[in-house]
């Protein structure tokens, strides 16, 4: 992003949003989910409007089934026993353990408490007899709330006064520009300005993608679209500017409070003992065992017939398979869970509409293939049994000649992959991957905007508890050069490095294990293809049509048999050493003892990263880059531990590439990942429903507190999984994408599938989580454009190496008699002569002995030559154009990829304004009405109107459309056209 850019994005924090005051596709997103009967008038510092908590009875709701309370109109009781205080935060302990532990316990929970209530939070107890798990009820005043409000710099909204239709009705007169009379005097006339062809290009794209997505908007008459308001950072000295209601509780949405309260609960000491600084914040005492876990409430129940609620809305309307080709509610997802969700669903959400394009693309390109490969003259060459071309055996001793015409099925399938409509896909993914993230980069500075995250300032993280626990009979101190605080030090040298180099030494062994494993599967391949070969040869002479249909089947389908069943093979070591990994990657990340839990996430985010990389990548690239490049020739194969290496089929590798991606992509993103995240979680709850079975009585005296208690934690790695398995699908996408043009359409199905899993887990199975504040996808931006950058260089190979590509074109141009692919084959298949065989790698079965000669794959001469076996002239120009056309693809496409970015702006034109104007007017009213203040005079909303027209007025539209800005003192509009700046 441009320095220009980043200022705009992080101008004045106390300035207006302006996002309404015109309306712009790139950042309108209408996410409605809002009806009449839940959504009050209360809005809270995002725009959203919120349900109007009423005050219930609670001591009569206590005795009523908890279910019946969350199906009543009141909803759920989210309130202390008063039923006044809003119940913002629950901490949950245990009663179960040791004596001396409990009672060390309890004694740090009284000082946390004491210290919280010292802080001005309101604290309620829920314990019941003969229960293992209590509960902590946490309330935060309007006082607190409105001091932390300042401090976390939370906007919030301003008075209806500064509303986006008055504003926007102020500023309708900047599109007009002035007409001079011939009486004197002026007037104002709408004109069309002059739009660059980019802009109108671009703007008429918009229109078009606006209409195709409008059958998938929600219905906004069922679920109405939320109305933003003007937000500013909160101030306790200017609450003249803020709508604040006359229930002041209710100023702030549940969101923001329990943000708030997360925050006071994070800083908060434990233990009255000075040499124990460190001992504060609520995750240190989760992780001492003091508290068992600490969540905000969910706002009601998610189930039919519930009352209604914001987690039932987003259940009905986005978690709900009925809306799985709805677009998203990110307004109401980010409101409800906070921005870190939303982001991630807003990019996931993003990247699955970037792949309807090239999943229609990728479809058009293999139905090309599916037509072209029953009239390929490579294919027909090969299934022609006429033309009698006799193969040198697979393997040593025991393999039979076999007949070429035998791989018809083979090189018929590899068509439809390897043609010329392969090298276009190629190219289009790689401008595809450019354009995804330039597009997204723009999304999310709208989202930024939208969502007041453009001053977004990350705060000082404390240190974590596990690292202070870790540390705890550590000597040796340092002072925190930001806090202050005296804090457990390791020295590098002597204490952080040798656990560094172990970690990473750990971390080459383990790809190390992924890399034998693709050995394993290797030698699996090449056994199981001589054990067939063998089979099919042995099979005794019988009567039964069914065993030699059997057998004959089995020979012409070997390849494809050992390649299929290889694949899963490796599908299934990739799952196994995918649980592996995971456990020791957190192994070694606790071993390095990182301070910050960004530290331990960028740690993590690294090591899981490069592991999965390796892991799932490994196999794919030995058959894209490796396999049957260095076997050698009959009586000489190159050898490895003793064996002959593998070939590529009479079709080529290609095919064998297609096969491995199709089962390792769709089998683990499909089918694993699906078993993992949907399938386990209900038999798990089934299982404890049968072990543990509850009356009706228990689950009547269950409270909402308990109820969400029993769901799994929202714990902090929960969207890491989701970044990580999607990351790996843009990298099976752009790195291999040649062998694999349905790849896109399969992960378009997977993503409308995952949206919404994901989606019903956070609704139904998590606890609610802490709604966190992040500007963006954080690391994974440069993860995914790191893999973007080397997709060029993978496919590039891949076309020059793995396909035939090159070859065919090589013989068209420069070999081919008439200028088709008529004799390729014949050309591409060099002759051996039988008798030079050595008696160590001679056939030895029955027949062998009168084959004169047998054909291979490979470009050399044949043995009557003068150099025989040695690369012929066609091997040179083919590896001489193999590489031409690499080093060709990969300047071309990272120079036209480059150009795209740079034409790109990552923010757009109009949010630029739009920042500008924001942070000029919220300045400008700002100062003015503190003047007036200063001056003794009482401001109101006449006042900030009168003001925000004499703003207004300060601009002007020349006849190109450009805004001009007039001279502050100008009164007049005879005497702004005399005092342009």
């Given at each position: 992003m441009a320095d220009d850019d980043k200022h705009l994005m992080t101008s004045s924090r106390t300035r207006l949003s302006y996002a309404q005051m015109t309306r712009l596709p790139e950042f309108e997103f209408h996410n409605p989910l809002a009806t009449d009967e839940v959504m009050q008038s209360q809005t809270n510092g995002g725009g959203k409007q919120v349900s109007a908590d009423t005050p219930k009875n609670v001591e009569e709701e206590e005795e009523e089934d908890a279910d019946v309370q969350d199906k009543r109109p009141s909803?759920?009781?989210?309130?202390?026993?008063?039923?006044?205080?809003?119940?913002?935060?629950?901490?949950?302990?245990?009663?179960?353990?040791?004596?001396?532990?409990?009672?060390?316990s309890q004694e740090a929970r009284a000082v946390f408490e004491e210290n919280l209530e010292q802080e001005g939070l309101k604290l309620e107890k829920d314990e019941k007899e003969g229960e293992e798990v209590h509960f902590l009820k946490v309330h935060a005043p309007y006082e607190v709330l409105t001091r932390y409000a300042e401090i976390l710099k939370v906007r919030m909204p301003v008075k209806k006064s500064l509303d986006l239709d008055k504003i926007q009705q102020k500023y309708a007169k900047l599109e007009k520009i002035l007409i001079k009379l011939e009486g004197g005097g002026f007037h104002r006339r709408a004109v069309t300005p002059i739009k660059a062809v980019s802009t109108r290009l671009w703007d008429t794209m918009t229109n078009i993608t606006k209409k195709v997505f409008t059958?998938?908007?929600?219905?906004?008459?069922?679920?109405?679209?939320?109305?933003?308001?003007?937000?500013?950072?909160y101030s306790r000295d200017k609450e003249y500017l803020f709508d604040i209601p006359d229930d002041r509780e209710k100023y702030f949405d549940h969101a923001t409070r329990s943000r708030i309260v997360n925050f006071i609960l994070r800083r908060k000491s434990f233990s009255k003992a000075k040499e124990k600084a460190y001992s504060f914040g609520i995750n240190k005492m989760i992780a001492d065992g003091h508290y068992t876990d600490a969540f905000p409430l969910h706002e009601g129940h998610w189930k039919p017939g519930s009352a209604d609620n914001d987690r039932k809305l987003l259940f009905d309307y986005w978690a709900n398979w009925r809306n799985c080709f709805k677009i998203q509610p990110l307004d109401h997802v980010r409101a409800y869970f906070g921005e870190k969700i939303a982001i991630y669903f807003a990019w996931l959400g993003f990247y699955m509409q970037m792949l309807i394009p090239a999943s229609i693309i990728g479809l058009i390109v293999f139905i090309y293939g599916c037509v072209i490969s029953g009239n390929s003259y490579p294919a027909n060459e090969v299934c022609d049994k006429s033309k009698n071309f006799t193969m040198c055996p697979l393997c040593d001793f025991q393999c039979p000649y076999w007949k070429l015409s035998a791989a018809c099925s083979h090189a018929r399938a590899s068509r439809i992959f390897d043609n010329n409509a392969t090298v276009f896909f190629a190219i289009f993914m790689s401008f595809w991957g450019t354009l995804f993230l330039e597009f997204w980069k723009r999304k999310e500075a709208a989202l930024q905007f939208k969502w007041?995250?453009?001053?977004?300032?990350?705060?000082?993280?404390?240190?974590?508890?596990?690292?202070?626990?870790?540390?705890?009979?550590?000597?040796?101190?340092?002072?925190?050069p930001i806090t202050g605080i005296k804090e457990p030090h390791l020295p590098f040298w002597r204490r952080r490095f040798p656990i560094y180099l172990m970690s990473w030494t750990a971390m080459l062994f383990l790809a190390f294990l992924a890399i034998v494993a693709v050995v394993g599967v290797i030698a699996y391949r090449i056994s199981t293809l001589a054990a067939l070969q063998v089979l099919t040869r042995n099979t005794p002479v019988t009567n039964s049509t069914f065993i030699a249909s059997t057998a004959e089947v089995i020979y012409q389908n070997a390849s494809l048999v050992t390649t299929v069943t290889a694949a899963c093979i490796n599908l299934l070591i990739?799952?196994?050493?995918?649980?592996?990994?995971?456990?020791?990657?957190?192994?070694?990340?606790?071993?390095?003892?990182?301070?910050?839990?960004?530290?331990?996430?960028?740690?993590?985010?690294?090591?899981?990263?490069?592991?999965q990389f390796v892991n799932y990548y490994s196999s794919i690239i030995y058959i894209?880059?490796?396999?049957?490049?260095?076997?050698?020739?009959?009586?000489?194969?190159?050898?490895?531990?003793?064996?002959?290496?593998?070939?590529?089929?009479?079709?080529?590798?290609?095919?064998?590439?297609?096969?491995?991606?199709?089962?390792?992509?769709?089998?683990?993103?499909?089918?694993?990942?699906?078993?993992?995240?949907?399938?386990?979680?209900?038999?798990?709850?089934?299982?404890?429903?049968?072990?543990?079975?509850?009356?009706?009585?228990?689950?009547?005296?269950?409270?909402?507190?308990?109820?969400?208690?029993?769901?799994?934690?929202?714990?902090?790695?929960?969207?890491?999984?989701?970044?990580?398995?999607?990351?790996?699908q843009f990298g099976f996408l752009t790195l291999f994408v040649a062998a694999f043009p349905l790849g896109p359409l399969f992960a378009l199905i997977n993503n409308i599938l995952e949206i919404r899993f994901d989606a019903v887990k956070f609704t139904t199975q998590l606890r609610?989580?802490?709604?966190?504040?992040?500007?963006?996808?954080?690391?994974?931006?440069?993860?995914?454009?790191?893999?973007?950058?080397?997709?060029?260089?993978?496919?590039?190979?891949?076309?020059?190496?793995?396909?035939?590509?090159?070859?065919?074109?090589?013989?068209?141009?420069?070999?081919?008699?008439?200028?088709?692919?008529?004799?390729?084959v014949n050309q591409t298949l060099a002759v051996f002569n039988t008798s030079d065989f050595d008696e160590a790698h001679r056939p030895v079965f029955e027949g062998s002995d009168i084959v004169e000669s047998c054909r291979y794959r490979d470009f050399r001469n044949p043995p009557d030559s003068d150099d025989p076996y040695e690369y012929s002239q066609m091997y040179w120009h083919v590896l001489a154009a193999r590489f031409a056309f690499v080093v060709v693809f990969e300047n071309v496409i990272v120079v036209i990829t480059g150009l795209i970015a740079w034409l790109i702006p990552d923010v757009p034109a109009k949010l630029k304004l739009h920042i500008r104007r924001e942070a000029y007017m919220s300045n400008e009213i700002i100062i003015k009405t503190e003047l007036l203040r200063a001056k003794?005079?009482?401001?109101?909303?006449?006042?900030?109107?009168?003001?925000?027209?004499?703003?207004?007025?300060?601009?002007?539209?020349?006849?190109?459309?450009?805004?001009?800005?007039?001279?502050?003192?100008?009164?007049?509009?005879?005497?702004?056209?005399?005092?342009?700046?």
């Open positions: 909803g759920r009781n989210m309130f202390f026993k008063d039923g006044k205080k809003r119940i913002d935060y629950i901490l949950a302990w245990s009663t179960e353990g040791k004596p001396e532990k409990l009672a060390h059958p998938f908007q929600l219905d906004e008459e069922v679920v109405k679209p939320i109305k933003r308001r003007f937000n500013v950072a007041d995250l453009t001053d977004f300032v990350t705060e000082e993280q404390p240190p974590r508890p596990e690292f202070l626990a870790k540390l705890e009979h550590i000597t040796t101190y340092k002072e925190h990739i799952v196994i050493l995918n649980i592996i990994y995971n456990r020791l990657a957190f192994w070694l990340t606790d071993m390095e003892c990182l301070r910050t839990q960004k530290e331990y996430d960028d740690s993590i985010t690294l090591k899981l990263f490069s592991l894209a880059f490796f396999k049957g490049r260095m076997v050698g020739r009959p009586g000489k194969y190159a050898t490895l531990f003793g064996g002959r290496q593998e070939e590529c089929e009479a079709g080529g590798c290609l095919i064998e590439l297609c096969i491995q991606l199709a089962i390792i992509m769709t089998g683990k993103q499909l089918i694993v990942n699906n078993i993992v995240e949907i399938l386990i979680p209900k038999i798990i709850k089934w299982i404890k429903r049968k072990i543990w079975p509850e009356t009706k009585e228990q689950k009547m005296s269950r409270s909402p507190w308990e109820k969400d208690y029993r769901l799994q934690p929202a714990e902090t790695t929960s969207l890491f999984y989701e970044y990580l398995e999607m990351i790996l609610r989580p802490m709604a966190e504040r992040v500007p963006d996808i954080g690391v994974w931006y440069s993860v995914l454009y790191g893999i973007s950058r080397i997709a060029i260089i993978s496919n590039a190979f891949i076309i020059a190496l793995t396909s035939d590509f090159i070859p065919r074109l090589v013989y068209t141009m420069a070999y081919s008699p008439d200028g088709t692919l008529k004799g390729y003794g005079e009482t401001v109101g909303e006449e006042d900030i109107e009168k003001i925000i027209e004499d703003e207004s007025q300060r601009y002007k539209t020349n006849d190109f459309g450009s805004m001009e800005l007039v001279h502050r003192k100008s009164a007049s509009p005879e005497a702004a056209e005399n005092n342009v700046v």
